[in-house]
T-cell receptor, first 112, second 110 residues
Framework: NAGVTQTPKFQVLKTGQSMTLQCAQDMNHEYMSWYRQDPGMGLRLIHYSVGAGITDQGEVPNGYNVSRSTTEDFPLRLLSAAPSQTSVYFC???????????FGDGTRLSIL | GQQLNQSPQSMFIQEGEDVSMNCTSSSIFNTWLWYKQDPGEGPVLLIALYKAGELTSNGRLTAQFGITRKDSFLNISASIPSDVGIYFCAGRLYGQNFVFGPGTRLSVLP
């Protein structure tokens, strides 16, 4: 069972570069979300989606864009990478916003 | 943004010992979750709690939804080396997103 798949697992970027973190789930979950994890701060919600075509901002959305054209995929875009965006990014999904989430293995992103 | 507090931040215990950790919030929640994260992996759900006072077990793990709805507790009995990891709590009020605590890092000494 694939569950939630994130790619890439590791990435190094230069300041100002853009890139897209991919997330796909094969569980037909409606709710998907992106978190960042920084030392000592737990997980913070960046953006989330309650279904295809619907997205909304979480706690720390600045500098990130998302789209949800299909139920399966929820990519996260960094428009112009900044060192403050160095973090571990987790994608998660669940049947609905009220259900517990299934997490991917994360993308470790370093911005130089 | 709203955050949860977890205590202790880290702990070192001997294999076979019992472990207790807790999570507190300034706001009430309707749902509490406990996750474990192993190095290099995403969090994995351990226990979900949906009712104040609820006590739920999953093997050697037991979690409780505090009566005040502002806290939750996780206990691990007879710890083993594979219990090593970071334990996160998460809370949610209906209609809102989950909020995560900063985690408790557990080390088990042989």
């Amino acid at each position: 069972n694939a569950g939630v798949t994130q790619t890439p697992k590791f990435q190094v970027l230069k300041t100002g570069q853009s890139m897209t973190l991919q997330c796909a789930q094969d569980m037909n979950h409606e709710y998907m979300s992106w978190y960042r994890q920084d030392p000592g701060m737990g997980l913070r919600l960046i953006h989330y989606s309650v279904g295809a075509g619907i997205t909304d901002q979480g706690e720390v959305p600045n500098g990130y864009n998302v789209s949800r054209s299909t139920t399966e995929d929820f990519p996260l875009r960094l428009l112009s990478a900044a060192p403050s965006q160095t973090s571990v990014y987790f994608c998660a999904s669940s049947y609905s916003s009220r259900d517990r989430e299934h997490f991917g293995d994360g993308t470790r992103l370093s911005i130089l | 943004g709203q955050q949860l507090n977890q205590s202790p931040q880290s702990m070192f215990i001997q294999e076979g010992e019992d472990v207790s950790m807790n999570c507190t919030s300034s706001s009430i929640f309707n749902t509490w979750l406990w996750y474990k994260q192993d190095p290099g992996e995403g969090p994995v759900l351990l226990i979900a709690l949906y009712k104040a006072g609820e006590l739920t077990s999953n093997g050697r793990l037991t979690a409780q939804f505090g009566i005040t709805r502002k806290d939750s507790f996780l206990n691990i009995s007879a710890s083993i080396p594979s219990d090593v990891g970071i334990y996160f709590c998460a809370g949610r009020l209906y209609g809102q997103n989950f909020v995560f605590g900063p985690g408790t890092r557990l080390s088990v000494l042989p």
